[in-house]
């Protein structure tokens, strides 16, 4: 499978976000799917992924209660719903995905396949 990443700019803290991936060239709703962000200097960390029907989801305990991933399976797309954003949310962010059944599972090791990143800048 294929992914595409976009949606990202500049915001001021406090704002909301969305980012979309586009999936291509896989059966979609048989894959993970899945958000990390790596900050410059940093480690590319997990965010949030969900399950192909869309119910489970997992969050990183940073994230959680401010961002929502949801996914359309008609459009083999996932987004990233990100509200009251903080400096501390500056990063690229990569979507990422692995077939197989769900599971929690926040280590980059784990995912297959990985689009391409978009910036998202939180100023002051």
């Known amino acids: 499978v294929q992914l595409q990443a976009f949606g990202g700019g500049l915001v001021q803290a406090g704002d909301s976000l969305r980012l979309s991936c586009a999936a291509s060239?896989?059966?979609?709703?048989?894959?993970?799917m899945a958000w990390f962000r790596q900050a410059p200097g940093k480690e590319r960390e997990f965010v949030a992924n969900?399950?192909?029907?869309?119910?489970?989801?997992a969050y990183a305990d940073s994230v959680k209660g401010r961002f929502i991933m949801t996914r359309d399976n008609a459009k083999n797309t996932v987004y990233l719903q990100m509200n009251s954003l903080k400096l501390g949310d500056s990063a690229v962010y990569y979507c990422?995905?692995?077939?197989?059944?769900?599971?929690?599972?926040?280590?980059?090791?784990?995912?297959?396949?990985w689009g391409q990143g978009t910036q998202v800048t939180v100023s002051s």
């Open positions: 969900i399950n192909g029907s869309g119910v489970r989801k």
């Open positions: 990422a995905a692995f077939l197989g059944a769900y599971v929690a599972r926040t280590s980059v090791n784990g995912y297959d396949y």
């Open positions: 060239g896989g059966i979609f709703t048989r894959y993970v």
